[in-house]
């Protein structure tokens, strides 16, 4: 009896295998040139994502959290003198995300199943140019598990270069005042612009949106924040 791919596929994902599977997982291997799924291949790549996985010696920039994919064919359109590098957990948004790439014929930009907090397991010292993080949870009430955080910079000191910048944009106020306080203590960065009304900034104009950013826009009159932070040494 021919094995089915869920029974192979599953191991890179789950401890024990299942009754039944999304069925976006089995499509994850229709995109071997934009998605990987293997935390094995991933962290083999570390340190060369550029000749690995670009065949090139453009700078990489990284987004954690990216969503259906949005932001990041975007940016890939946009600027492909660059290397994307995208993090999305969901077998989904990983899948539309690549089919977004595939349509528009972009191969500076890849999307990876891993989580935030372990990049530095699969990125190498001083390997990234830039760090997006758009609209990630702001964690109401349980604030110590939002991804941007000071921890968040210790592991920026090892994998960011020297003048490399984090760009963050969220509707929550409260998140966007809590890091601009916190970003007065960090040692080795400095805030280099803030907004809180992004669209109506001089930065509006080279914003690219985000899918929930659009929603966001077209049910509530809401401003964006926004800030970059730079590593300054």
Known sequence: MKERL?????KHFFTNPR???????VKL???PNHIIYDSEIMDSYRGNW???AFG????????IGSGSGNFAVGMAAKYPERNHLALEIRFKRLVLSATKAVKRNLN????LRRRGEDITKFIGNEEIEGLYINFPDPWEGNEKNRILQPKLFELLDVIMKVDGTLFFKTDHDQYYSDVLEFAKDLKNYEVVYHTPDLHNSPKAADNIRTEFEDLF????NKNI????????K
């Not at 869920?6 to 599953?10: A, P, Q, S």
């Not at 924040?225 to 300054?232: D, L, R, V």
């Open 50 to 52: 550029n000749q690995k």
């Open 29 to 31: 291997v229709e995109y």
């Open 6 to 10: 869920e029974d192979t596929l599953w």
């Open 225 to 232: 924040n926004y800030i970059e932070i730079k590593k300054i």
């Open 19 to 25: 009754t039944n599977y999304n069925p976006y997982m």
């Open 217 to 220: 826009i077209c049910k509530h």
């Open 108 to 111: 500076n930009v890849v999307f």
């Open 56 to 63: 090139n010696n453009n700078p990489v920039y990284l987004e």
